[in-house]
């Protein structure tokens, strides 16, 4: 019992939980960038079938209403590519870079600013967005500035 008690100690000394943890993050990372592979191409292929099907079944003049949703499922694309690339990233150097974080934040907003409704929604939620926008932007803008000094 004794050993393997020193055995388990052993096992969890700094050094090596510390590695145990690293292998375990990374492992998780590549079981993510399979699967936002898997739903990046599951979303290019709904993409195309949407758009197939609107071009040739939409009446003329009616496109411009399904334009919305097809812009939304094209940033939502842009979106799990950032999110693909913040994974891989992390795989390459094990650090989260912050201004991938950022940018992929702002792209989400610009999707929400693009495919708003302004009859379904109220001041706040405008306000809320322009607030969010600002505050990554300011945020893109110190980390973009620290880098370059750096």
């Known amino acids: 019992m004794k050993k393997i008690f020193h055995i388990f100690r052993r096992r969890l000394a700094d050094d090596n939980f510390m590695h145990l943890i690293e292998n375990i993050e990374v492992f998780v990372s590549k079981i993510l960038s399979l699967a936002m592979v898997i739903v990046i191409a599951v979303a290019v292929f709904d993409l195309g079938v949407y758009l197939v099907q609107e071009l040739f079944t939409t009446n003329y003049g009616k496109f411009n209403e399904a334009l919305f949703k097809i812009f939304g499922l094209f940033l939502n694309i842009l979106i799990a590519l950032e999110i693909l690339e913040n994974i891989t990233a992390y795989l390459r150097k094990h650090v989260v870079q912050v201004e ?51």
Do not use: F, P, Q
């Open 100 to 150: 991938l974080v950022i940018v992929t934040s702002l792209i989400a907003i610009a999707r929400k600013i693009i495919i708003l409704d302004l009859t379904k929604v109220n001041g706040i939620d405008i306000i809320g967005l322009g607030t969010a926008i600002l505050a990554l932007s300011i945020s893109y803008w110190i980390i973009r500035n620290t880098s370059k000094k750096s």
